[in-house]
């Protein structure tokens, strides 16, 4: 049995490709697993209302190449966010959650990433942030029923770019289901915004850190940037993840139609498992 496992974000991949042929993708490149993507579009949000017999299909395709889906990164709650001040909007987000917490049970994943928002196209308020905490209750206990892990992501925005800022949360909400799953990328663009250490930041976490998205990142930008070429120092962060007790990660990067994609995702295997594998 491996000491860690590595995952690959499904948005590595192009859009068209099949169930099976996503997870034999990742394989080939020697990943142990896929994230899947549920985002804010409305094909990626219609997952949340797969048929049996398209559940099935899902199954059938992580039997045959036996690659599993093994979390879901949530992100479809920017458009739908737990803190909207438009209630039908609020009552949709907590809908998302419990189809998400359900689809993961079904399918034997363990982890469901949550963006870290209370809301994204809005302006956050005191009222915002009331009903966010509420709702995470909420979905501490819908989560706590199916024994799913929930995440927070570490975001692009004040609101919650830190562990220190997730921990906040975690905390009041209180609930062995819900921890935070930072971000590399994002965590080392705030050390730098608050003059602080990504290490540090980790720290926070203690005990409440379910896994750690591993993403390059330039100051100022926070996606689309290529492993090597960014500021994030992956052995740092992934010797920090490693002493506090962290064995899942997942390679997030983004599919680009200029290259040649699977080669890509051998170059990011090969890439995060030569940091892995020394981490200590």
């Not at 892990?149 to 209180?174: C, H, I, L, S």
């Not at 705030?190 to 330039?218: C, N, Q, S």
Request: hydrophobic share 40%.
């Amino acid at each position: 049995m491996s000491k860690y496992q590595l995952g690959l974000y499904e948005k590595s991949m192009p859009g068209d490709l099949t169930w099976a042929e996503k997870l034999q993708a990742a394989k080939n490149a020697g990943f142990d697993y896929v994230e899947m993507s549920i985002d804010e579009t409305d094909a990626k949000l219609a997952r949340l209302d797969m048929t049996d017999g398209e559940i099935d299909e899902v199954r059938a395709a992580m039997r045959a190449t036996g690659v599993p889906f093994r979390s879901i990164c949530l992100s479809g709650h920017r458009k739908f966010p737990l803190g909207c001040p438009d209630m039908q909007k609020q009552d949709r987000s907590l809908d998302i959650m419990q189809k998400a917490v359900a689809l993961a049970a079904k399918l034997g994943i363990r982890t469901i990433q949550l963006a870290g928002y209370d809301v994204y196209y809005e302006e956050g308020t005191d009222k915002t942030r009331a009903d966010f905490l509420q709702n995470l209750r909420k979905a501490a206990d819908m989560a706590a029923a199916e024994g799913i892990q929930m995440g927070f992501e570490t975001m692009e925005t004040p609101f919650m770019d830190t562990v220190e800022k997730a921990m906040n949360y975690v905390r009041q909400v209180d609930s062995p289901y819900l921890g935070v799953y930072p971000d590399s990328g994002n965590i080392t663009n705030a050390a730098l915004l608050y003059d602080g250490d990504v290490a540090d930041d980790l720290e926070t976490g203690r005990g409440h850190i379910v896994a750690v998205h591993l993403k390059e990142t330039v100051p100022g930008k926070y996606r689309e940037i290529p492993f090597g070429t960014g500021h994030v120092d992956f052995q740092k962060i992934v010797n920090k993840s490693w002493q506090l007790g962290v064995r899942r990660f997942v390679g997030e990067f983004w599919y680009d139609p200029q290259t040649d994609w699977r080669e890509e995702l051998q170059k990011a295997n090969d890439f995060l498992r030569s940091y892995l594998d020394k981490a200590e």
